[in-house]
Each structure stands twice: as structure tokens, then as C-alpha cells.
T-cell receptor
Framework: DTGVSQDPRHKITKRGQNVTFRCDPISEHNRLYWYRQTLGQGPEFLTY????????KSRLLSDRFSAERPKGSFSTLEIQRTEQGDSAMYLCASSLGGHEQFFGPGTRLTVL | TQLLEQSPQFLSIQEGENLTVYCNSSSVFSSLQWYRQEPGEGPVLLVT?????EVKKLKRLTFQFGDARKDSSLHITAAQPGDTGLYLC????????????FGPGTSLSVIP
């Protein structure tokens, strides 16, 4: 299967711990996006990359959040010192540059 | 700030009925996408509309983009239980070409 994959699918952590999520986009897609989605809401934009360059970050992305795409392929999203308010579904999507994005299955984060 | 509103927020109908859901904004979008999302999964792209007044059909689903490119509708004919899910519209931002803004979604439940 050549779709977008995310790992892990579920993560339970204690408040104050650091977590890291991985996203593997569709191989030929040069753009990669991270979103956060809470229950009953649509995905909220966090950041996006074109190849290895991080081109835009949302104001939602506090200093505790960092994302990388070192070789222009997979990407990681790290959350430091997690808080209960960070509990959400973290979605990754990729595209070839148009507006159509292809999403992964998401990583469900629960902060206790 | 560009915002997308969707209505209704929730919809529960019997199998075989028809329905329409709406996506509205005060902003003009260069394109608009519709996605369907099932619980615990990422959104799946259904269609992209680009031209004002455009109508696209996908089997029992009919999508329309408003003439002014500020709104869109999704009509489902003879709904089936497999149509159950969260329907999201997403507009490509005029201020940031690569940034897509999502609406809050319409949660559809089709009862057998």
C-alpha cells in the first residue's frame, strides 16, 4: 500500500512526558502537512513542509511543538512536556502541490 | 480570518432518504474539497471543485460550488448506511496558497 502512514496509531502518556509521532507520506509527494483534530471539530492546521523546508507554522503550534522533515521524505512531530489539552488526533497529509491532500490514519494522543 | 461553516452539524436519516449538507463562508476560495471521515481514521478525499457554479457527480453524491466560490453543497440521493460518517469541506486559502482550511463537519448517520 502506498498511502500515507502514521506511527503510532495510539499513544497514551502522562502529563509532562515528551512524545514523538512519525508520518511517512506518499513517496512522490513533496508537500507534507500536520493537523490536529479534536472531537466534533474539523482538522486544524499546524504546519506544513515543502520538501525539507518548513514553510508555515500555525499560532496553535506553541514552543513545545516541533516538526521536522530532514530529508524531504518522512516527518516527525514532537510534543515536549505534554499537557492534558494536547489530547487529540494528530493527522498527517501529503500532496503533490495542489489543494488535494491525502491523509494518513492519524495518531490518537491521550495525555493523562 | 477565513472561516468555513457547515450545516447541519448533525443529521440522522433513514436509509433511502435524500439529504443535502452545506458549506458556507464569507471568503472566496480558489478551490474547495469535500472529505468523508470515519471514526478513528483520517479524512478521505471525495471531490475537488474549482470553477464557480461547477457541479460534479460521484455515483449518488452531487457536489456544487457556488457561483461566487464562497459556498458549496453536497447532496446524497438514496442514502445508505455506508454513507455514515463525518463530511468535511475544506477551502484553499486565498492568503496562503498551500494552506487548506477545514470546516467543523457534518456528522451523518444513516439508519438501516
Amino acid at each position: 500500500d502506498t498511502g500515507v502512514s502514521q506511527d503510532p496509531r495510539h499513544k497514551i502518556t502522562k502529563r509532562g512526558q515528551n512524545v514523538t509521532f512519525r508520518c511517512d507520506p506518499i513517496s512522490e509527494h513533496n508537500r507534507l502537512y500536520w493537523y490536529r483534530q479534536t472531537l466534533g471539530q474539523g482538522p486544524e492546521f499546524l504546519t506544513y513542509f515543502q520538501n525539507e523546508a518548513q514553510l508555515e507554522k500555525s499560532r496553535l503550534l506553541s514552543d513545545r511543538f516541533s516538526a521536522e522533515r530532514p530529508k524531504g521524505s518522512f516527518s516527525t512531530l514532537e510534543i515536549q512536556r505534554t499537557e492534558q489539552g494536547d489530547s487529540a488526533m494528530y493527522l498527517c497529509a501529503s500532496s503533490l502541490g495542489g489543494h488535494e491532500q491525502f491523509f494518513g490514519p492519524g495518531t490518537r494522543l491521550t495525555v493523562l | 480570518t477565513q472561516l468555513l461553516e457547515q450545516s447541519p452539524q448533525f443529521l440522522s436519516i433513514q436509509e433511502g432518504e435524500n439529504l443535502t449538507v452545506y458549506c458556507n463562508s464569507s471568503s472566496v476560495f480558489s478551490s474547495l474539497q469535500w472529505y468523508r471521515q470515519e471514526p478513528g481514521e483520517g479524512p478521505v478525499l471525495l471531490v475537488t471543485v474549482v470553477t464557480g457554479g461547477e457541479v460534479k457527480k460521484l455515483k449518488r453524491l452531487t457536489f456544487q460550488f457556488g457561483d461566487a466560490r464562497k459556498d458549496s453543497s453536497l447532496h446524497i440521493t438514496a442514502a445508505q448506511p455506508g454513507d455514515t460518517g463525518l463530511y468535511l469541506c475544506a477551502g484553499a486559502s486565498k492568503t496562503s496558497y498551500d494552506k487548506v482550511i477545514f470546516g467543523p463537519g457534518t456528522s451523518l448517520s444513516v439508519i438501516p
